[in-house]
Every structure is written in structure tokens, then in C-alpha cells.
């Protein structure tokens, strides 16, 4: 099969999961095509059936904004006709599937179905504003096919669009191989290659909290810190931030005003996160809102138990008093109980541990990729 596929290429869960998807429908045998206006940040590897496919946004002074949604439409409506593809698939409703729609009319209906996977914030935060509403309402139920990252999200958006169209549940997945606790390495061997090439070091008595995003407000990360300046005035632990984004400078005032700064290390971003959450003893996502919690699935993977949000989709993946413990996001002091109750137990630890890989592999790609490959067929067969 043919498939063309569109996402963000920036560091985010939407953009990381449409990789992956990519990824394994390539090694399936299956040729794919990434369309977009940069090469996906977890795309890093050479494969001969995946290409990818610039969006080039003109720049002319008469535009105060580029028109990227236009530019899309048009480099996708090409590699539609160069390369005949069978479906196109696009993650994350703004723009795409505006773009998509207009494809479509250029190439011909008849030529080409699209499926539209909504993510979460293209639909509560995004989608959902005024600028936006209709427009997201109509490429949604234009689409040949929706699916959604959770059945949190698919209720959100039926009840925030009146949505009058069938939206398929398909979770997010992870490659369980992949994510997996380096046994092959010491702890003391992984942190110092960790911190390689960075400032900072973990003893072997230190306890470690991880938390790894994009730093949007959303992700309220200045209630890690606040949590973790708590936590260790009982236990003796680091804090490993993975990521950048626009609230990266506040978290850094947060922790230098808390005295935290040899405690709370800022990772950057980095493009295998394998090795951190393998020395990780928790995993902290206290999020406003997760409509799925990609980075918490991969933390379990690793066999790291979550605090994470009780708001949105992470319940469903989370379940919460056997691999973490799920939290109001907004209740710092709730944060710091959660995790020190998981940090005061070993056994705990150690069975939280074993239940939260337990739980990743029920959302292993090998059980994940074959529902969507169904649902392409579906769609595709569709009159």
C-alpha cells in the first residue's frame, strides 16, 4: 500500500506517534510518504520505502501570515498524482485535515481518501476556539475516515463538534522491544554515559523523577518542581527534564528561586529518551489535560511508574494504584504524596515496576499497527 502521511514535525506526541506509525507500516512493506514543511524529528534512520516531502511556504511581503494550510493542500495533491497513492493519513485536525479536504478537490475524489487522527489538543484547545470552530467541525466530517488516540477524546470531540460521523478508537502504541530497561548496562555505567556531555551527575543512592515534553503551559511544569522541592525534604532524588519549549526559561527561574539548581537538571532535547527513563525510578506527567500521554505509555515500557494527570484520556492507560498513582494536576502538595509513597517503598517501587511494563505491552505496536492497516482497508472499501 501507498500512504501518504501528515503530521508536525516538531518534538510532540502527535508528531512522534505518525513517525512510528510510518516507521512500522515500512518495515510491514508498505511505501510511505511524509509530507510536511520539516523531516520529523524521530525520522532519523534511512529506509527505501519512506520518502519525505517538503511543504515550501512562499514568502511574500502582501502576507502577513504564510499560508501553510494552502501550501500543504498543493504539495499534497502532487504527491497524490506523482506517486498514486492508495490513502492519506493526517494527525492532528489543524490544519491537515483542512489541507487534505482541499487535495482531494484537486486530485479528485475519486482518486483519493484521507483519514483524519485527532490528537487532543487540535480538538480541546485548538479546534475548539472561536477562529477555528467551523472550519475543524467541517474537515472532520469531511473526512473518509477519524480516528481518535483515546475514547476520552472521541466523547470530547462528539460533545464539543456534535460531530455526526463514526470515530474509530485506535490507541496510541509503543515499540515494547525498543522501549525497554537497558539490561545490558550498569545504572552507574548509563548515567555517566547520560551526562557525557552535560553538567551534573546522579549518585548511587539517589532516587531519580523524569519527566519528558514539549513545555507548553498545559504540561504544568512548574508543578514538577514545586512537587519535587517537597519530595526532597524526605527522600535524596534528582530531577531530569527532558525537552524545550516556551515555558523552559520560567521552569529554570522556578528552580533557581527554590534553590534547586543541583538537583534539577535540564536535559534539552533528546532524540532517545531509552536511556534516561532507564534511570529513572519515576515517571511525573501532571498535565492539565492528556488526551492519550504518549510519554507515559514509553515510560511504562521502561518499567517506570507514572504520577500523572486523572484529567483526559491517561486513565485509560494509567491505571492508577497498580502502575502509578493518578492526581489533580493542580495540587502540588497531591504530586509530592504520590511519588514519595511509590520512593518510600521498595516493594512498591519494585511491583509498580513490573506492573506498568505489564501494562505497556497491551499497547505494543505489533497489536496497534495491524487495527489501522484494518481500518485503511476499511476505508478504502468504503462506496
Known sequence: MKIGITCYPTFGGSGAIATELGIELAKMGHCVHFISYGQPF????????????????????????????????VKMSEVIDSENLDILHVHYAMPHATSAYLAQKISGED?????????????TLIGNHHSFFKITKFSIEQSNGVTCVSEYLRQATEETFNINKDMKVIYNFVDTKKYVRCPDMGREMAVKKLFENRQGNIAKDELVITHISNFRPVKKVQNIIKAFCKIIKHVN?????????????????IADKLKLNDRVY???LMEDIVPVLSISDIYMLPSKSESFGLSALEALSCSVPVVGTKNGGLPEVVQDG???YLIDPDDVSAIADAALRILSSSALLSNMSSNSRKRALLFDSNKIIPQYIAYYNEVLNKG
Not at 532519523?44 to 511574500?60: P, Q, R, S
Not at 482518486?111 to 480538538?123: A, C, E, M, Q, V
Open 322 to 324: 497498580l502502575c502509578g
Open 237 to 253: 532524588a534528582k530531577l531530569l527534564l527532558v525537552g524545550d519549549g516556551p515555558d523552559v526559561s520560567w521552569c529554570r527561574t
Open 266 to 268: 535540564f536535559m534539552g
Open 42 to 73: 524521530r525520522l532519523k534512520k534511512d529506509y527505501g520505502n519512506i520518502f519525505f516531502h517538503e511543504v515550501e511556504v512562499m514568502a511574500y511581503p502582501l502576507f502577513r501570515y504564510p499560508p501553510y494550510t494552502l501550501s500543504l493542500s
Open 111 to 123: 482518486k483519493i481518501k484521507y483519514i483524519t487522527t485527532l490528537h487532543g489538543t487540535d480538538i
